[in-house]
């Protein structure tokens, strides 16, 4: 029972079937089940005209017996075919023969029908002939031309249809003709035997298509879950090691800031300002990993103020000069007065200064322009960072946004950062929601475009009145860090501004220490043993002392730390934290203390005074 053209199992795997054979037949069998339901209707009115028609030239009796018959045949069929499916508890071999074997009943029944064939008009015998090679042809479809199934319907009533034709004849002048039709019905039943394999084969290869599309979608989403872990193994990695690197360093800074107060000769202070220097240094490009976990992790606000942008951009000229004339570059501003936008200043800053920095640092002779200009559209300005480095391949354009990824650094130099400031540029812009585009060919050098949206330039706030250098009150400080070197060159720091300082390892002893002396201000490392962190430290001591400013201090840049301090209303400095920025946190920190206490007070009186 096999041919040629069908996937079925080879000889030696007798009994047994492969994994794909099994969901063809299993597919074959849904098939057959479905097509089950549905053709008992129209070949039930075939079936009843074959019995009227055969009423007329023999017994009723047997006209309609031989109908009941074939409508049990076709509700067995119906009942059956369905169910088998889903009887999972049968072997799969099992049901695919009780397929073939009401198939080889369904055939044999309407082949009987062919007995009254003598009777009939050679008109009756052509419509007789005429529905039931039309069953045949429709069994090609609705048994997808499975070469059993299929063939144990179609050969016993082909067969019986050109025995019929071939011996039940009139004789006369046109018996060659009844001989010719037998031969023409049996070449029929051939030519449908190739079309059913072709069908099968076609069904076949589709099931098996659509079997590895699902394998293929189910390895694509184990792709995607791989990769989704990746990037949260590389994000808690990158957290882990910017921790553990950026405690030391926040020691070291602490200590190169209260050494830097202290009296020293000139080698002395050459020495203590060339180390700040390196720690400013690795501080910067530790900035660049937590600025990447910071825009991960969705919690950088974006504050739109209208701003000129030519004094804006001139700050930045003269900051960047001494570097570009240290490479004998020409860093140009081109920037009309008129220039003036709407978007934050501070990170479209950040923005600019890695594109500039980029710039400078990828040129090795001729310029860096910043030049602005009108876009296209009146309602923008086009803000251009132009170099005339080595440019950029073509196959590499895409690749230089991507983390760690530099043209021309295999050798990884410092000098040339962490590959982490176009990466931050793309994050930015998506933020900003504006549009960046990038121009470089292969010894031309490079230019990336922003489009920012224009303003009126009379919108623009005057500048606030500038700061001086950073001081603080006499006031006493409660630090909480778990690391004693920590502990002891932020005592070193704030006892040089004049501060108290009460130092702590973990909640429980700040806690102890405070009962005697009420601190103004509670500094608390993030990550404390013991299972405690900041904010249930904070949270402790504003219990026993109410509305206690505090700040949270960490090395950890995870995305998920940042988004606790955030919801907890706390501000968070990273380490290394330099001495400006921890005393204009402090500052800032006192500042908003005092306000809120005068907002309660001035309500507390406007309460008590007589209306």
Request: hydrophobic share 45%; with cysteine.
């Given at each position: 029972?096999?041919?040629?053209?069908?996937?079925?199992?080879?000889?030696?795997?007798?009994?047994?079937?492969?994994a794909?054979q099994?969901?063809?037949?299993?597919?074959?069998?849904?098939l057959?089940?479905k097509?089950?339901?549905r053709?008992?209707?129209?070949?039930?009115?075939a079936?009843?005209?074959?019995?009227?028609?055969?009423?007329?030239?023999v017994?009723?009796?047997?006209?309609?017996?031989?109908?009941?018959?074939?409508y049990?045949?076709?509700?067995?069929?119906?009942?059956?075919?369905?169910?088998?499916p889903?009887?999972h508890?049968?072997?799969?071999?099992?049901?695919?023969?009780?397929?073939?074997?009401?198939?080889?009943?369904?055939?044999?029944?309407f082949?009987?029908s062919?007995?009254v064939?003598?009777?009939?008009?050679?008109f009756q015998?052509?419509v007789?002939?005429?529905?039931?090679?039309?069953?045949c042809a429709?069994?090609v479809?609705?048994?997808a031309?499975?070469?059993?199934?299929f063939?144990?319907?179609?050969?016993?009533?082909t067969?019986a249809?050109?025995?019929?034709w071939g011996?039940?004849?009139?004789?006369?002048?046109?018996?060659?003709?009844d001989?010719?039709?037998?031969a023409?019905?049996?070449?029929?039943g051939?030519?449908?035997?190739?079309?059913a394999?072709?069908?099968?084969?076609?069904?076949?290869?589709?099931?098996?298509i659509?079997?590895?599309?699902?394998?293929?979608?189910?390895q694509?989403?184990?792709?995607?879950?791989?990769a989704?872990?990746?990037?949260?193994?590389?994000?808690?990695?990158?957290?882990s090691?910017?921790h553990?690197?950026?405690?030391?360093?926040?020691?070291?800074?602490?200590?190169?800031?209260?050494?830097?107060?202290?009296?020293?000769?000139?080698e002395?202070?050459v020495?203590?300002t060339?180390?700040?220097?390196?720690?400013q240094?690795?501080?910067?490009?530790m900035?660049?990993?937590l600025?990447?976990?910071?825009?991960?992790?969705?919690?950088?606000?974006?504050?739109?103020q209208?701003?000129?942008?030519?004094?804006?951009?001139?700050?930045?000229?003269?900051?960047?000069q001494?570097?570009?004339?240290?490479?004998?570059l020409?860093?140009?501003?081109?920037?009309?007065?008129?220039?003036?936008?709407?978007?934050?200043?501070?990170?479209l800053?950040?923005?600019?200064?890695?594109?500039?920095?980029?710039?400078?640092k990828?040129?090795?002779?001729?310029e860096?322009?910043?030049?602005?200009?009108?876009?296209q559209?009146?309602?923008?300005?086009?803000?251009?960072v132009?170099?005339?480095?080595?440019?950029?391949?073509?196959?590499?354009?895409?690749?230089?946004?991507?983390?760690?990824?530099?043209?021309?650094?295999?050798e990884r130099?410092?000098?040339?950062?962490?590959?982490?400031?176009?990466?931050?540029?793309?994050?930015?812009?998506?933020?900003?929601?504006?549009?960046?585009?990038?121009?470089?060919?292969?010894?031309?050098g490079?230019?990336?475009?922003l489009?920012?949206?224009?303003?009126?330039?009379?919108?623009?706030?005057?500048?606030a009145?500038?700061r001086?250098?950073?001081?603080?009150?006499?006031?006493?400080?409660?630090?909480?860090?778990?690391?004693?070197?920590?502990?002891?060159?932020?005592?070193?720091?704030?006892?040089?501004?004049?501060?108290?300082?009460?130092?702590?390892?973990?909640t429980?002893e700040g806690?102890?220490?405070s009962?005697?002396?009420?601190?103004?201000?509670?500094?608390t490392?993030?990550?404390?043993?013991?299972?405690?962190?900041?904010?249930?430290a904070?949270?402790?001591?504003r219990?026993?002392?109410?509305?206690?400013?505090a700040?949270?201090?960490?090395?950890?840049?995870?995305?998920?730390?940042?988004?606790?301090?955030?919801?907890?209303?706390?501000?968070?400095?990273?380490?290394?934290?330099?001495?400006?920025?921890?005393?204009?946190?402090?500052?800032?920190?006192?500042?908003e203390?005092r306000?809120?206490?005068?907002?309660?007070?001035?309500?507390r009186?406007?309460?008590?005074?007589?209306?």
């Open positions: 029972m096999r041919g040629s053209g069908q996937a079925l199992p080879p000889p030696a795997m007798a009994g047994e079937r492969s794909e099994a969901s063809v037949d299993l597919e074959l069998l849904r057959i089940g097509q089950g339901r053709v008992p209707y129209p070949v039930g009115i079936a009843f005209a074959l019995a009227l028609m055969a009423s007329n030239v017994s009723a009796w047997i006209a309609f017996g031989w109908l009941a018959l074939a049990t045949v076709l509700a067995a069929r119906w009942a059956l075919l369905g169910r088998l889903e009887m508890q049968r072997p799969l071999e099992q049901r695919l023969n009780w397929a073939v074997l009401l198939s080889l009943v369904n055939g044999v029944t082949s009987l062919l007995i064939a003598p009777h009939f008009s050679d015998r052509m007789q002939t005429i529905v039931l090679l039309g069953l429709g069994a479809a609705t048994t031309g499975h070469r059993v199934v063939q144990v319907f179609l050969w016993p009533v067969v249809n050109a025995l019929a011996l039940f004849h009139d004789s006369g002048d046109y018996r060659w003709l001989g010719l039709l037998a023409l019905i049996i070449f029929f051939v030519i449908l035997t190739g079309l394999r072709d069908t099968y084969r076609v069904f076949a290869e589709s099931v098996l659509r079997l590895q599309q699902i394998k293929s979608n189910q694509l989403r184990a792709a995607l879950s791989q989704e872990s990746a990037m949260a193994a590389k994000t808690r990695f990158l957290a090691a910017s553990d690197l950026r405690q030391p360093m926040h020691t070291l800074s602490l200590f190169g800031a209260a050494l830097d107060k202290r009296p020293m000769d000139d002395g202070r020495i203590v060339q180390m700040n220097l390196a720690l240094s690795l501080s910067s490009q900035d660049a990993l600025d990447i976990s910071k825009l991960d992790a969705n919690v950088v606000p974006v504050n739109n209208v701003f000129a942008l030519q004094p804006w951009l001139a700050r930045l000229q003269r900051e960047f001494p570097v570009a004339l240290r490479k004998q020409l860093l140009r501003l081109d920037c009309p007065p008129e220039a003036c936008v709407e978007s934050d200043p501070v990170l800053e950040r923005v600019v200064r890695n594109l500039i920095d980029n710039a400078i990828y040129t090795q002779r001729g860096v322009a910043v030049e602005v200009s009108r876009g559209d009146e309602d923008v300005w086009r803000l251009s132009r170099d005339t480095g080595l440019g950029i391949p073509e196959h590499e354009q895409a690749r230089i946004f991507e983390e760690f990824y530099q043209v021309g650094n295999p130099d410092r000098a040339k950062g962490l590959g982490l400031g176009l990466s931050i540029v793309t994050r930015l812009v998506d933020l900003l929601d504006l549009h960046l585009a990038l121009r470089s060919a292969p010894g031309h490079s230019s990336f475009m489009n920012v949206t224009a303003a009126d330039i009379s919108a623009v706030r005057p500048d009145a500038p001086h250098g950073p001081s603080l009150p006499p006031v006493r400080v409660l630090v909480i860090d778990d690391e004693e070197p920590v502990r002891v060159a932020m005592h070193a720091l704030l006892s040089a501004h004049g501060c108290q300082v009460l130092v702590a390892g973990s429980r806690l102890l220490k009962m005697g002396q009420q601190p103004d201000l509670l500094l490392d993030f990550r404390l043993r013991g299972g405690e962190d900041g904010i249930s904070v949270r402790s001591l219990s026993a002392f109410p509305g206690l400013p700040l949270l201090i960490s090395g950890d840049t995870a995305p998920e730390r940042l988004r606790d301090a955030h919801q907890a209303g706390l501000t968070l400095l990273h380490k290394p934290v330099t001495e400006e920025q921890l005393i204009n946190a402090m500052q800032a920190a006192l500042a203390h306000r809120e206490g005068s907002d309660v007070t001035s309500v009186g406007g309460a008590a005074s007589p209306a």
